[in-house]
C-alpha cells in the first residue's frame, strides 16, 4: 500500500533553514506527481508546493515563493522541502501527499521561533 513517511522537522530560529523528507513506498514513485501542505495551529491544510512527476516543473504558493524549494530523488523514492529564511507563520505541521488517491504522510512538526 501507498506509504508516505516525514522527517526532518523540528525547531529552528526565524531566519534558519531546514529540509524535510519524505519517503515514499507502496507504488511507482517516478509516475506521480507529489506535493506539500501544511496546517498552522487553528488553521486549515493548506498548499505549499508541488513537484510533476519527472522532477521538470514545480509550484509554490506565494507565500514560501523563493524561500521553499522542492525537489525529488527518483532513485531513492524521496521527495524534499528545502526551507529557507523560516518566520513564525511557516510553523505549522508539514504533510508530503500523493494527489493521486488522496495519500498523505502522517505530518511532521516544525516550529519557527526565537
Known amino acids: 500500500q501507498v506509504q508516505l513517511v516525514e522527517s526532518g522537522g523540528g525547531l529552528v530560529q526565524p531566519g534558519g533553514s531546514l529540509r524535510l523528507s519524505c519517503q515514499a513506498s507502496g507504488f511507482s514513485f517516478s509516475d506521480y506527481d507529489m506535493a506539500w501542505y501544511r496546517q498552522a495551529p487553528g488553521k486549515g491544510r493548506e498548499f505549499v508546493a508541488n513537484?510533476?512527476?519527472?522532477?521538470?516543473?514545480?509550484n509554490y504558493d506565494d507565500s514560501v515563493k523563493g524561500r521553499f524549494s522542492i525537489s525529488r530523488d527518483a532513485a531513492k523514492n524521496m521527495v524534499y522541502l528545502q526551507m529557507n529564511n523560516l518566520k513564525a507563520e511557516d510553523t505549522a505541521v508539514y504533510y508530503c501527499k500523493r494527489p493521486v488517491g488522496e495519500h498523505w504522510g502522517q505530518g511532521i512538526q516544525v516550529t519557527v521561533s526565537s
Open positions: 513537484i510533476i512527476f519527472n522532477g521538470q516543473s514545480a
